[in-house]
C-alpha cells in the first residue's frame, strides 16, 4: 500500500469513528440510539436498533434486512454499499451488516 | 368550492388571528438549538390549495432532479478516472438510470409533497394511496468499492452527489424549521381540531406520516387519514400560512448565508466543470 493510500485509508477510518465528514454545522443533539418509535430510524434485524437526532455514528449491526425512515434522512452504510434514504420511507434491502449511519 | 368559502368560522378567525400579528415579542428556536431568536415579520398570507403553488425561496438554490443527475454523471466520470490513475482495477457505476431518476426525483417532488413543518400535502394521490408515493423507489444503495479504492475515489473531496437532492446539503443544512413559530403553532392547532371534527386524533401533522409510512399498499383507514388530512390542510389554509412563514426564516437564512450559498454554487459549477473535462 502506497504511504498516500495509508494515510486516506486511516483518514478514512477516523472519520467513520469520530464523526462522517458531512457538510452541515453540529447539530445541537447528535445522533443517537433512541426507543424504537415510528419517528425514529428502525433498522430492522434480529435485534433491531431505532436512532434519532443528526450526526453520524459507528455501528455494529447484522443481518439488517429492513428500514423505516420516520422523519430521518441520511445515508446507511453497509456491505452491500451506501444506502440512501429519505424521509417516510420503508423498505426491505439485501440482509447485510451495517458499519455506519448518518442522518442529516 | 373556493377555499374563501370553504373556510370555516374557526379557521378564518385562526387567520385573522395570524394576521393581526400574535407575534409581537414571541421567540422561536427553529433547529431545536439553545439559541432563540426573534420570530421574522411575515407578508400576506399565502393560500396554497395544490402543491404545485408551495414554493420557497430556497428553491432557487436547490437542484432540480436533472441538475443532481448532471452531478451523479460527472461524479461516475471522475471516480472512474481516479480509479485507472490510481491503478485500481475496480470498476464503479451507480445503480440503473431508472433507479437514481426515482429516487432523485422523489426527493425533490418531497419538497412539495412533504415537510417537517406542515407533514403531507399530496393533494392529487391521497385519495387512492393514502399516505404511500406513486413510484416509490424506497431506497437508493450505491453500491461499494473496496475499502482503499472507496476512500481514494468515492468521496472526492466531499462531494456526494446525491446529497444534493436534499435541502440538507445547503450550508448548515438549509434554513430552519420553524417548527416553533406562533403562526405555524395556531396553524397547526386549527389543522388538528379540523382532523379531530372529522374523527382523527393528531395533534402534529407529521403523525400520521409516522403512522402509515410502512403499511403499503395503503389501507382503507390510511385513505380516509390522508384524505381528511389534505381536505384540512386547504380548509385551513396551513399549508399557506406555513409556507409564508418560511418564506421569512428563508429569506433570513439567504441573507445571512449569501457568501455561503455563493460558494455552494460554485462547488457544484467547478464539480460539473471537472467532470466535462473527462469526457
Request: charged share 20%.
Amino acid at each position: 500500500m502506497s504511504i498516500k493510500r495509508k494515510i486516506i485509508s486511516v483518514a478514512a477510518a477516523v472519520a467513520i469513528a469520530g464523526g462522517m465528514a458531512v457538510a452541515v454545522a453540529a447539530p445541537a443533539q447528535a445522533i443517537n440510539r433512541m426507543a424504537c418509535a415510528s419517528h425514529n430510524l428502525n433498522l430492522v434485524s434480529p435485534a433491531t436498533t431505532c436512532w434519532g437526532n443528526a450526526g453520524s455514528v459507528s455501528v455494529t449491526l447484522y443481518d439488517v434486512y429492513y428500514y423505516s425512515s420516520g422523519n430521518n434522512e441520511g445515508i446507511i452504510y453497509g456491505g452491500l454499499g451506501n444506502t440512501y434514504f429519505y424521509r417516510w420511507g420503508a423498505a426491505s434491502m439485501p440482509s447485510q451488516y451495517v458499519f455506519a449511519i448518518t442522518i442529516w | 368550492m373556493r377555499l374563501s368559502t370553504r373556510l370555516g368560522l374557526p379557521s378564518a378567525l385562526l387567520v385573522v388571528a395570524v394576521l393581526c400579528g400574535c407575534t409581537d415579542g414571541a421567540e422561536v428556536s427553529p433547529n431545536n438549538d439553545e439559541q432563540s431568536i426573534p420570530e421574522p415579520p411575515i407578508g400576506e398570507i399565502r393560500v396554497v390549495t395544490e402543491p404545485a403553488a408551495a414554493t420557497r425561496p430556497i428553491d432557487e438554490y436547490l437542484l432540480d432532479t436533472q441538475g443532481v443527475l448532471e452531478l451523479v454523471q460527472s461524479h461516475t466520470l471522475q471516480v472512474a478516472r481516479c480509479l485507472k490513475d490510481g491503478g485500481y482495477s475496480e470498476t464503479f457505476e451507480y445503480p440503473s438510470q431508472d433507479e437514481v431518476v426515482g429516487f432523485v426525483a422523489t426527493v425533490v417532488d418531497d419538497r412539495r409533497l412533504r415537510s417537517l413543518l406542515w407533514g403531507f400535502f399530496d393533494v392529487e394521490n391521497a385519495r387512492t394511496l393514502g399516505y404511500q408515493r406513486e413510484t416509490a423507489s424506497g431506497a437508493l444503495t450505491v453500491p461499494a468499492l473496496g475499502k482503499e479504492a472507496s476512500a481514494e475515489c468515492m468521496n472526492l473531496e466531499g462531494f456526494d452527489p446525491i446529497k444534493f437532492a436534499f435541502d440538507k446539503s445547503l450550508p448548515d443544512a438549509g434554513p430552519p424549521v420553524p417548527v416553533e413559530d406562533s403562526r405555524v403553532r395556531a396553524a397547526i392547532t386549527a389543522w388538528a381540531q379540523c382532523m379531530s371534527d372529522h374523527g382523527f386524533n393528531y395533534t402534529d401533522p407529521l403523525e400520521p406520516l409516522n403512522e402509515f409510512q410502512s403499511e403499503s399498499p395503503a389501507s382503507s383507514r390510511q385513505i380516509a387519514t390522508a384524505t381528511a388530512d389534505v381536505d384540512c390542510k386547504i380548509d385551513t389554509n396551513l399549508v399557506g400560512i406555513a409556507v409564508t412563514v418560511e418564506d421569512a426564516y428563508d429569506q433570513v437564512y439567504i441573507e445571512q448565508h449569501s457568501a455561503e450559498l455563493e460558494e455552494y454554487r460554485t462547488r457544484i459549477d467547478d464539480f460539473l466543470r471537472a467532470g466535462a473535462a473527462l469526457e
